[in-house]
């Protein structure tokens, strides 16, 4: 069964960081493109970065210079590092595997910038 499960989200104050994780299971995960969407309440969900292989990321311009998208294929993980937050962050960000036509989601995780 192919599982994906975030974590790391938090109540975070306006400038603060945090790191989040998805891990995966039950795919070959250096064949997936990973990528991290966010949704706020009443708004569509948005891409926020992408990873293909090891050096290949793309970001959305609203968050590109403050965060980073990495994976280490050993552990089945990708992660975001998220410095100088802002409350627009403020979102359940979610974890997604692509590969071709097959997408996986995970549950989500929420992260609240506010003071």
């Known amino acids: 069964q192919v599982q994906l499960e975030e974590s790391g989200g938090a109540l975070v104050q306006p400038g603060g960081s945090l790191r989040l994780s998805c891990a995966a299971s039950g795919i070959i995960f250096s064949d997936y493109v990973m990528a991290w969407y966010r949704q706020a309440p009443g708004k569509q969900r948005d891409l926020v970065a992408l990873i293909t292989g090891d050096s290949d990321m793309h970001y959305a311009d609203s968050v590109k210079g403050r965060f980073t998208i990495s994976r280490d294929n050993a552990k089945n993980t990708v992660y975001l590092q998220m410095n100088s937050l802002k409350p627009e962050d403020t979102a359940v960000y979610y974890c997604?595997?692509?590969?071709?036509?097959?997408?996986?989601w995970g549950q989500g995780t929420q992260v609240t910038v506010s003071s």
């Open positions: 997604l595997a692509r590969k071709f036509t097959t997408s996986y």
